[in-house]
Structure formats: structure tokens, C-alpha cells
């Protein structure tokens, strides 16, 4: 009988098989010894290769649906949102508002559920609700990306404080606590200068947040459409062209933003209350400033 190629891995000796067994066994043993040493710095390697990709994931989801509040920096705008890339808001946000969970789910369940109740505040845009559990695009998974995006930011803004790097921060103005931390470390309260005339039309453009909504230099027209509010850059050309006079019609799309909707934008957006944000003479220096094909920025 012809004997098959693989006769050669027959072992007939009992010594040697023996041997042999003993010596896989050893190996066997060092393998496993060798892989429960590096498993745990392999794992850690990995969790962290994880936790990056999911930043890397809120990066994208960020910049396509938070920045133009937020700022892309995350250190917010003037009038619009609050910084988030900043040291008070990791530092001492939670205990102004009483929250004895952690900032991770403060984050997330702000991201998750927005703030639909804040209609009238200090701030031009409502936080929106951004999970699908409650109605919003994200889903669970992307809500922790956003979240661990911003989360991010903590290493960097715990370095603000400087007269070259300062806290961003903007305090609510029905925050229970606006201390902020002085140069021996200790809170102290932060002065808040009363105004003392009038301000003037580009200072009010920004701290009512409408740098957020509104482009000043691009035109409005059917394929150069703002993606929030109308561009502004020829608003001294349309304004007139809805039936009223422009100053008009600039005064009344202030104080009562839902009276009239260009189309293509929804209302409740835009703030309804700037006449009471503003005297009728900051209005109207707005007004004027805002039709002035020549504004002085």
C-alpha cells in the first residue's frame, strides 16, 4: 500500500509524543502569558483609537450644524450662543445652575433635547433639539460624538484666564452666580458697566447677535440666499420693495420680526423682543446704519 505524502507527521515513539505534547503545552502557556501582558496596553491603544474617531466625528457633525451659533472655535458669538471653549464653562458652569450630575451628560442632554422652553432670552437663536428621540436629526451615537467634541476643548480652555488668552465666556443674564476668578484664584464678581449713552449701530449688530443670522457683505439675491436670515449686503435696494418705505420696513423687521417672513425662512427665529433690548434711538441709528450702502464697519 502506498503510503499518503503527509506520513511523514506520524509519530510512532510514545516518548515522543509525549514530548511533544508537553512542549506545545509550554507553548501554549507563554503565548497566552505574552498576550495577557500587552492586552491591557493593547486595549487602552485602542479605546483611545476609538474615543479619537468619535471626536473626529464630532468635529464634522459640529462644523455642518453648530458652528454658525457656537462659532467654529466653539468660543461662541456675541449675542447669539454661548462659548463653549471656554474655562468658566468647565469650570463653574454646573454649580451657577445647580446641576449635580456630570458635564458629560449636561452636554449631551443639552445637544439631545436642545432648550425648546428659551424662546425669549439674551440669545438670538433658540438651542435647537437635536436627537431623534425627541424629534431631532441625530442619532445616539452622534449625539456622543458632538458631546465628546466639545468635551475636547476642556485641556485647551483651562489655559484661559490671560490677558492674551481671555475666558470668551458670555454670563446668562438670569445665571444664578456670575463669579469669575480673579488672579489669586479666589471668585469675584464680575462688574457688569452700566452704559452711558446710546451705543452705536455696529456694537449693537453684534451684541444682538445678528452677525449670526445675517452676512453684511454678500447680496440677497435667488442663488446667493443666506442659510440662516437674508444677507444684507444690498439690503438699501430691497428693503423698499415690500410695500412700505425702507426705513420702514427695516424699523418693523427689528421690533416685530414675524409680521413679515422672506421667503424660504421660517419664523420664530429672529428675537422678538429688541424693542425692549433697545431704546427707540438705537433702533433707529440701526436702521439708518444697516441701509447705509457705505456703513462704516
Known amino acids: 500500500m502506498k503510503r499518503p505524502w503527509y506520513s511523514f507527521l506520524y509519530?510512532?515513539?510514545?516518548?515522543?509524543?509525549?514530548?511533544?505534547?508537553?512542549?506545545?503545552?509550554?507553548?501554549?502557556?507563554v503565548l497566552l502569558l505574552f498576550i495577557g501582558i500587552?492586552?491591557?496596553?493593547?486595549?487602552e491603544a485602542q479605546t483611545a483609537n476609538w474615543a479619537g474617531r468619535e471626536i473626529e466625528k464630532g468635529?464634522?457633525?459640529?462644523?455642518?450644524?453648530?458652528?454658525?451659533?457656537?462659532?467654529?472655535?466653539?468660543?461662541?458669538?456675541?449675542?447669539?450662543?454661548?462659548?463653549?471653549?471656554?474655562?468658566?464653562?468647565?469650570?463653574?458652569?454646573l454649580n451657577d445652575i445647580g446641576w449635580s450630575g456630570s458635564l458629560h451628560d449636561y452636554v449631551a442632554l443639552t445637544v439631545a433635547a436642545g432648550r425648546p422652553s428659551r424662546v425669549q432670552s439674551q440669545w438670538a437663536q433658540m438651542?435647537?433639539?437635536?436627537?431623534?428621540?425627541?424629534?431631532?436629526?441625530f442619532r445616539?451615537?452622534?449625539?456622543?460624538?458632538?458631546?465628546?467634541?466639545?468635551?475636547?476643548?476642556?485641556?485647551?480652555?483651562?489655559?484661559?484666564g490671560a490677558a492674551d488668552n481671555p475666558d470668551p465666556w458670555q454670563y446668562f443674564e438670569d445665571a444664578p452666580s456670575r463669579a469669575v476668578v480673579g488672579e489669586d484664584g479666589a471668585p469675584v464678581a464680575a462688574v457688569t458697566p452700566e452704559p452711558t449713552g446710546p451705543r452705536p449701530p455696529q456694537e449693537l449688530f453684534n451684541v444682538m447677535g445678528c452677525l449670526g443670522c445675517h452676512n453684511l457683505?454678500?447680496?440677497?439675491?435667488?442663488?446667493n440666499r443666506g442659510p440662516v436670515g437674508p444677507n444684507l449686503g444690498n439690503l438699501y435696494e430691497t428693503a423698499g420693495t415690500h410695500g412700505e418705505d425702507a426705513a420702514t420696513y427695516v424699523h418693523n423687521?427689528?421690533?416685530?420680526p414675524n409680521a413679515y417672513i422672506s421667503e424660504g425662512y421660517t419664523a420664530g427665529i429672529m428675537p422678538a423682543n429688541f424693542g425692549e433690548r433697545m431704546s427707540e434711538e438705537e433702533i433707529n441709528s440701526l436702521v439708518e446704519w444697516l441701509l447705509d450702502p457705505n456703513r462704516q464697519r
Open 11 to 29: 509519530v510512532r515513539s510514545p516518548i515522543v509524543k509525549i514530548g511533544l505534547g508537553i512542549a506545545s503545552l509550554v507553548l501554549t502557556i
Open 38 to 43: 500587552i492586552e491591557e496596553r493593547r486595549m
Open 59 to 93: 468635529a464634522e457633525l459640529y462644523a455642518n450644524n453648530c458652528y454658525n451659533c457656537h462659532g467654529m472655535d466653539g468660543k461662541g458669538l456675541p449675542g447669539v450662543a454661548p462659548a463653549l471653549h471656554s474655562k468658566y464653562f468647565f469650570t463653574q458652569r
Open 127 to 137: 438651542m435647537p433639539t437635536w436627537s431623534n428621540r425627541f424629534g431631532g436629526p
Open 140 to 160: 445616539d451615537d452622534q449625539v456622543q460624538a458632538v458631546t465628546a467634541f466639545v468635551l475636547n476643548w476642556e485641556e485647551d480652555a483651562m489655559q484661559q
Open 217 to 223: 457683505d454678500q447680496p440677497q439675491t435667488p442663488n
Open 253 to 256: 423687521s427689528i421690533v416685530n
